[in-house]
Structures are given as C-alpha cells and as structure tokens.
C-alpha cells in the first residue's frame, strides 16, 4: 500500500527554521522525483521545489530560492525541506509527492500525502 507521510511543520517565528521530513512507503522514491509543494486557503497549489530521481537537479520557486534546500535520502526512502530565514508569507500547507516523471519532475505527480501545516508569525 503507498503512503506519503510529512512531519516536522508547527508554528515558528519569522526568521526562524524549521525541517520537513517526507516518508514514503509502497515504493521506492529512488525512481521518482519528489517534490514539495504548498497551499493557502483560497490559493493555486504551488510547487515550492522538487529533486529529481538522480539528485542531480533541484528547482525552487523564486520566492524560497537561497532561504530553502531540498534533499533525498533514498537509502531511507525520504525527502526533506531545510527552510530558512522564514517569512510569514511562508505560511501554508506543505504537501509531498512522487512524479513518475523522475528526471524532468514535469507532471504526473501521482502519489500524495495529506500535509503539514506550517505558520510563521510576525
């Protein structure tokens, strides 16, 4: 049975960090590329940043470029989000998921999990 399951979201101050955990069971995310991505109520989802299969190749939204990094670690089938110097336009819900598009992580994101909240305050 695939799972996706995130961890580590919770209320900080602006400027502070915090750390997402992301952990699949069902499959293998060494064949995938991961990505994170975030919602606000009434907003598009966005991808915030994804990883390719061979770790080779990250992308960020401008708006989290220099402040996040994403990294995998296959060997535990999980994927992470190092976030900086937070904003409170950080605030959302973060969301994990698997593209079977492992190399140029465009579309077909097909596994899901249900998010953690994180929210910054002023």
């Known amino acids: 049975q695939v799972q996706v399951v995130e961890s580590g979201g919770g209320l900080v101050q602006a400027g502070g960090s915090l750390r997402l955990s992301c952990t699949a069971s069902?499959?293998?995310?060494?064949?995938?590329?991961m990505g994170w991505f975030r919602q606000v109520p009434g907003k598009e989802r966005e991808r915030v940043s994804s990883?390719?299969?061979?770790?080779?190749?990250?992308v960020y939204v401008d708006s989290v470029k220099g402040r996040f990094t994403i990294s995998r670690d296959n060997a535990k089938n999980t994927v992470y989000l190092q976030m900086d110097s937070l904003k409170p336009d950080d605030t959302a819900m973060y969301s994990c998921?698997?593209?079977?598009?492992?190399?140029?992580?465009?579309?077909?994101?097909?596994?899901w999990g249900q998010g953690t909240q994180v929210t910054v305050s002023p």
């Open positions: 998921a698997a593209s079977g598009r492992s190399y140029s992580c465009e579309g077909d994101w097909r596994y």
């Open positions: 990883v390719n299969s061979y770790g080779g190749s990250t």
């Open positions: 069902g499959f293998h995310i060494a064949s995938y590329c």
